[in-house]
């Protein structure tokens, strides 16, 4: 399994793979359902609980994860259209600054596991995740509140996971642009903060013309022992070799609720058999 800190971005920019891959469907899409939206949790706690990033989610014996920012998120699964079916293949949560309107699939999670119930609805000690450990935090805090005066809202990606048998630098980067596809250009956030380990924040900076917070004379935060940095993109940095493709990726998403793409794919057989042997089990 593999978190974002180990997942290299720079899909779209490497060679196919070698060996004649096939083309496999994906598809990037918000959760419609508390089962759908269970799945993927279950995918977030599998992927954390066997990483070095553990330590953020407590074990349980339901092998869930859940926090107090679920609530204030909209959850979005990469599924790989196989055989007629949707297998779940990633994760990402857009945590916003405040709680969803309407009906959330996670209370009705935190309804069927009552012991979650007070962790779902507690009001988060900051808006945002990344605020609990990085160290210019006030700052943060303070854009935050400039750019809401401004009338410009900001997100943070978090809890971005792609499962084991799936993980490769193309499909992270799909997740990665159907994001900023959607939040940036289809739900016009004006600011999206993203938690990167400093060995990747340079792929990011290349890549999508992210920033580091406070510049890029800002020193590193540690987690668990690995260097992070806080990166923030916005619509007017994204680069303009870029700039259509995300647009046409936002059109699609608001024509149909989806973002569909064909990555090549070496290891479709042994995806196959991953797959089946999940079924049996």
Same mark, same amino acid.
């Given at each position: 399994? $593999?978190?974002?800190?180990?997942?290299?971005?720079?899909?779209?920019?490497?060679?196919?793979?070698?060996?004649?891959?096939?083309?496999?469907?994906?598809?990037? $899409?918000?959760?419609?359902?508390?089962?759908?939206?269970?799945?993927?949790?279950?995918?977030?706690? $599998?992927? +954390?609980?066997?990483?070095?990033?553990?330590?953020?989610?407590?074990?349980?014996?339901?092998?869930?994860?859940? @926090?107090? +920012?679920?609530?204030?998120?909209?959850?979005?699964?990469? +599924?790989? #259209?196989?055989?007629?079916? %949707?297998?779940?293949?990633?994760?990402?949560?857009?945590?916003? @600054?405040?709680?969803?309107?309407?009906?959330?699939?996670?209370?009705?999670?935190?309804?069927?596991?009552?012991?979650?119930?007070?962790?779902?609805?507690?009001?988060?000690?900051?808006?945002?995740?990344?605020?609990?450990?990085?160290?210019?935090?006030?700052?943060?805090?303070? @854009?935050?509140?400039?750019?809401?005066?401004?009338?410009?809202? #900001?997100? %943070?990606?978090?809890?971005?996971?792609?499962?084991?048998?799936?993980?490769?630098?193309?499909?992270?980067?799909?997740?990665?642009?159907?994001?900023?596809?959607?939040?940036?250009?289809?739900?016009?956030?004006?600011?999206?903060?993203?938690?990167?380990?400093?060995?990747?924040?340079?792929? +990011?900076? $290349?890549?999508?013309? #992210?920033?580091?917070?406070?510049?890029?004379?800002?020193?590193?935060?540690?987690?668990?022992?690995?260097?992070?940095?806080?990166?923030?993109?916005?619509?007017?940095?994204?680069?303009?070799?870029?700039?259509?493709?995300?647009?046409?990726?936002?059109?699609?998403?608001?024509?149909?609720?989806?973002?569909?793409?064909?990555?090549?794919?070496?290891?479709?057989?042994?995806?196959?058999?991953?797959?089946?042997?999940?079924?049996?089990?």
């Amino acid at each position: 399994m $593999r978190t974002m800190e180990n997942i290299s971005g720079q899909c779209e920019h490497l060679p196919a793979p070698a060996g004649n891959p096939a083309l496999a469907n994906f598809v990037f $899409r918000e959760v419609q359902d508390a089962n759908e939206l269970l799945a993927l949790l279950k995918l977030r706690y $599998r992927v +954390y609980r066997n990483s070095r990033l553990a330590g953020f989610v407590p074990e349980n014996r339901w092998g869930i994860d859940i @926090d107090e +920012y679920d609530i204030r998120s909209r959850h979005f699964g990469l +599924y790989w #259209m196989h055989n007629g079916t %949707e297998e779940p293949a990633g994760y990402l949560r857009v945590v916003e @600054d405040r709680i969803i309107p309407g009906s959330h699939p996670i209370e009705a999670i935190a309804q069927r596991h009552p012991e979650f119930g007070e962790k779902t609805y507690a009001t988060p000690a900051y808006p945002f995740p990344l605020m609990h450990y990085y160290p210019d935090a006030k700052a943060l805090a303070a @854009d935050h509140k400039m750019w809401a005066q401004m009338g410009e809202r #900001m997100c %943070e990606a978090s809890r971005f996971v792609v499962d084991e048998s799936f993980g490769s630098p193309r499909i992270a980067s799909f997740i990665v642009e159907s994001a900023l596809a959607t939040y940036l250009f289809y739900r016009q956030f004006g600011h999206a903060i993203w938690c990167c380990t400093s060995t990747h924040s340079s792929v +990011y900076q $290349r890549f999508y013309d #992210m920033q580091i917070h406070g510049g890029p004379k800002q020193i590193d935060y540690l987690i668990n022992g690995l260097a992070y940095h806080c990166l923030i993109g916005t619509l007017a940095t994204i680069p303009d070799r870029l700039r259509e493709k995300l647009k046409e990726m936002a059109s699609a998403y608001q024509a149909t609720g989806r973002i569909e793409r064909l990555i090549p794919t070496s290891n479709l057989p042994a995806l196959q058999t991953s797959i089946e042997s999940r079924a049996v089990a």
